[in-house]
Every structure is written in C-alpha cells, then in structure tokens.
T-cell receptor, first 109, second 112 residues
Framework: GIQVEQSPPDLILQEGANSTLRCNFS?????LQWFHQNPWGQLINLFY???GTKQNGRLSATTVATERYSLLYISSSQTTDSGVYFC???????????FGGGTRVLVKP | NAGVTQTPKFRVLKTGQSMTLLCAQD?????MYWYRQDPGMGLRLIHY???????AKGEVPDGYNVSRLKKQNFLLGLESAAPSQTSVYFC???????????FGSGTRLTVV
C-alpha cells in the first residue's frame, strides 16, 4: 500500500510566525487531503488538493503530483492553529485514504 | 445540520463483551468510513462503504464487522472485545470519496 511520511513530527511556533509542513507519498495518488485535529480531538478537513495550489485564509497548500509531495503553509500563526495536521492520500477503489503520522504544532502566545 | 454524529462518545467494555458503534450522517453522502486512532498515531481504516448495502475491508478489519442497511447510517460492531481494541474510533463520510470529507467527534473505547 501507499506509505505517507510527514515532516517535521513536531513544530513549536511563536504566534505570528510562518511555517511549512511537508507530506511525501511512496506512490502517486489521485486523492490527497489535509486535515487539522484540534486539541479536543475534532478532525476538520482543510483541503482536497491532488495537484496545484489552494488557499483558505491564512492556510494554503501546494501539491506537486509528479514528485509525490504536498506542502501546507501556515502564515501569521495563531494559538488556534495548534493541534495535529494530517495529510492523507489514496488511489484505490472506494477512495480510501492512508494517513501520515501527523505533524504536531504548538503555537505559543 | 448535524453533520456526522457518533454514539456513544465513551464506553468501557470488559474483554469478551460485544457492542455496536453507530454513525449517522445527514448530508446524503454516498461514502462512509470507520477509522481507529491510537495514541501518537495517524488514523487507520477499519472498514468502508461506497453506498447503501455495500461494505468493504480496510487496513485493519480483523475483529470488527460493519453494516450499512440505510444510506445515512454506518454501524461498527465488535463481537468479542479485546484490550487491543482500546482506541478512539472515528466515523467519516464523503460525497464521492473526494469532496466534503467530514468526521464525527469520535468514540473513546476502553477494553479492560
């Protein structure tokens, strides 16, 4: 199956800082998603981004499908950005997703 | 809109007991999924469904069964609970497997 590696595993930011999270895939995918899990455990879908670039407020994502990686950018970080960011990808029947191990982000005030 | 609702939110089982976790969605999504999340790890797919009356195995299906008799409901059953099934279980639904991926708030299950 597809292997998904995320880096870095942990990230500590000062409020207002920018950061980049990376996700590498062992194989090409046609379904690529980014999720945020807040400190209370709730998972929120951020982006569906199999290729190209998308932006949503202070968050943006870029996927380079030919090189099998995706980047998530957090600009002007806020304490509410804390939590774990997961990328997930798939191409099999049922559009099943394989999740990476996550990047744990802590934004300090 | 409630989105995806999971019941119960917490449960403690004794080894060998059985239980059913219920997932209900009100978005008319075709695809539904059951994942488990263990401490410090990502999510692993247990079973999934691509439409009413269909089910299929995911990455870690052993010890679990599922049913999707109605489009809006996806049930996860544990026939004989084991301590290794202690985990947080998440249900998700998606319009077509790509768009509208929505998770429930999770069920924390402890098997003693």
């Amino acid at each position: 199956g597809i292997q998904v590696e995320q880096s870095p595993p942990d990230l500590i930011l000062q409020e207002g800082a920018n950061s980049t999270l990376r996700c590498n895939f062992s194989d090409s995918v046609n379904n690529l998603q980014w999720f945020h899990q807040n400190p209370w455990g709730q998972l929120i879908n951020l982006f569906y981004i199999p290729s190209g670039t998308k932006q949503n407020g202070r968050l943006s994502a870029t996927t380079v499908a030919t090189e099998r990686y995706s980047l998530l950018y957090i600009s002007s970080s806020q304490t509410t950005d804390s939590g774990v960011y997961f990328c997930a990808g798939g191409k099999a029947a049922g559009n099943k997703l394989t999740f990476g191990g996550g990047t744990r982000v802590l934004v300090k005030p | 809109n409630a989105g995806v609702t999971q019941t119960p939110k917490f449960r403690v089982l004794k080894t060998g007991q059985s239980m059913t976790l219920l997932c209900a969605q009100d978005m008319n999504h075709e695809y539904m999924y059951w994942y488990r999340q263990d401490p410090g790890m990502g999510l692993r797919l247990i079973h999934y469904s691509v439409g009413e009356g269909t089910t299929a195995k995911g990455e870690v299906p052993d010890g679990y069964n599922v049913s999707r008799l109605k489009k809006q409901n996806f049930l996860l059953g544990l026939e004989s609970a084991a301590p290794s099934q202690t985990s947080v279980y998440f249900c998700a639904s998606a319009r077509d497997g790509f768009y509208g991926y929505t998770f429930g708030s999770g069920t924390r299950l402890t098997v003693v």
